[in-house]
């Protein structure tokens, strides 16, 4: 289904257009198990889900993080921000603002 979507995002011209995030997607194409691709949907009022994950389980919540916070992504470039391509989608997450460093928190609460 992710490949997929990424597919869907550079092949198909409304998708493009409309630049979704992947919680998004489901509102305008729907997932066809039998040809194991996204077709545009045809009725309008639908409510879409994503499953849950545990900050303990790694790189899939960094990955889940940066899919709920990036437009349109096509594939890896989850990994590239501002030139720089990260080895993991936990330092693609950092680098993109959505995480913070330890220290970051602490000098705050120093702060405080």
Known sequence: MLIEFFTTNVVDSKAKRLNLLYKQFPMYYVWDSHIRTWTRR????????LCTVNPTEGECYYLRLL???????????LLLFDGVQSETFQKAAYLTGLLQQDGDIDKTMEEA
Not at 71 to 76: D, F, L, M, Q
């Open 42 to 49: 045809k009725k309008v009022k639908v409510i879409g889900r």
């Open 67 to 77: 899919l709920n916070n990036v437009h349109a992504p096509t594939s890896y470039d």
